[in-house]
Nanobody, 121 residues
Framework: QLQASGGGSVQAGGSLRLSCTTS????????LGWFRQSPANERDIVAA????????YYADSVKGRFTISRGHAENTVYLQMNSLKPEDTAVYYC????????????????WGRGTLVTVSS
């Protein structure tokens, strides 16, 4: 099970930090990804991190603004979102799969409930 938290409402230019915590017994071997979905769009990848934190991926739309990281506890991953824009408004989901991350949502087999991020102009 994955649990995402940290969403909220902010003005453009503001920041939020999302957290994803897993209770999976093999959490240390999980690659985790953050996806987002707005009503008019598909579920798109935002960022992902490999099981050991050595490899990271960012969508072009968030490069330089968002940072994905693993917490000191192996079962937590963060998404620091800075310089937020109205187009970042979406429900954000964290997802897990073993070892290697993927950009494809269908490749993940653990999903948490989403957390809503709303950015106003």
């Amino acid at each position: 099970q994955l649990q995402a938290s940290g969403g909220g409402s902010v003005q453009a230019g503001g920041s939020l930090r999302l957290s994803c915590t897993t209770s999976e017994p093999t959490s240390a071997a999980l690659a985790l990804g953050w996806f987002r979905q707005s009503p008019a769009n598909e579920r798109d990848i935002v960022a992902a991190i490999s099981w050991n934190g050595a490899d990271k991926y960012y969508a072009d739309s968030v490069k330089g603004r968002f940072t994905i990281s693993r917490g000191h506890a192996e079962n937590t991953v963060y998404l620091q979102m800075n310089s937020l824009k109205p187009e970042d408004t979406a429900v954000y989901y964290c997802a897990g799969r073993h070892i290697i991350y993927s950009r494809n949502a269908a490749a993940y087999y653990y999903w948490g409930r989403g957390t809503l991020v709303t950015v106003s102009s």
